[in-house]
């Protein structure tokens, strides 16, 4: 693992944390996300013990803050890990527990670690999921997810993709009925205002699922 700069040149300051399993890193199960504080969510099989899941700092060490704060850690690790605009991380894939409560597959957590209990997925999805992508336009900000999956919550017409709210609630409004194979991928199209920052960006509303 490595950190660049937006001229892409190496940034000879970033340190990686070495995982307990030097080989994690290479797994095909990594996945990651930054917080807007440039701090990297990390999740691998192994990394940082069984906790499949680590925050580094921007210097590249793990904050124990949030190790301590996620306990066990996901059962396995996740393949799938989105942030929004006020730093709440989302992740999903195929594990069942995290830090030891029950997580059908999707999780919140704090930028900080702790698991948000208002987060309410029901029974969550009852296949893996394999990619999100966070929409904050509009009057439904959500996640959209794709994945082999059949339900979510227990609602059949959420196979394979569908979206939800920030706070686990399915949005039925938004259907992928035609989606026959499992959603391994999302495109999402930005309109983004050149003058916008960031965390300002505007979301257009067409979504692409690959199959």
Do not use: W
Request: proline share 5%; charged share 10%; glycine share 10%.
């Amino acid at each position: 693992m490595y950190k660049v700069t937006s001229t892409g040149a190496v940034d000879t300051a970033f340190s990686p944390y070495q995982p307990t399993d030097a080989s994690a890193l290479n797994a095909a199960s990594v996945s990651m996300a930054v917080l807007s504080t440039g701090h990297a969510i990390v999740s691998a099989t192994g990394i940082d013990g069984s906790r499949s899941l680590v925050k580094l700092l921007p210097a590249g060490g793990p904050d124990t803050t949030f190790r301590t704060n996620i306990g066990s850690g996901l059962s396995s690790p996740a393949k799938a890990i989105v942030v929004n605009a006020a730093d709440q991380i989302f992740l999903a894939g195929g594990f069942i527990t995290i830090s030891g409560a029950t997580a059908p597959r999707i999780a919140k957590l704090s930028s900080a670690g702790i698991r948000d209990t208002n987060f309410n997925p029901g029974s969550g999805f009852d296949g893996f999921v394999q990619t999100m992508v966070v929409d904050e336009s509009g009057t439904t900000p959500g996640i959209y997810v794709g994945g082999n999956f059949s339900s979510y919550a227990s609602n059949p017409t959420a196979a394979k993709f569908c979206k939800i709210s920030f706070d686990g609630t399915y949005l039925p409004a938004f259907s992928s009925t035609y989606v026959g194979g499992s959603s391994r991928s999302i495109i999402s199209q930005e309109a983004a205002d050149a003058e916008a920052t960031a965390n300002a960006q505007a979301r257009a509303a067409q979504i692409l699922p690959c199959t």
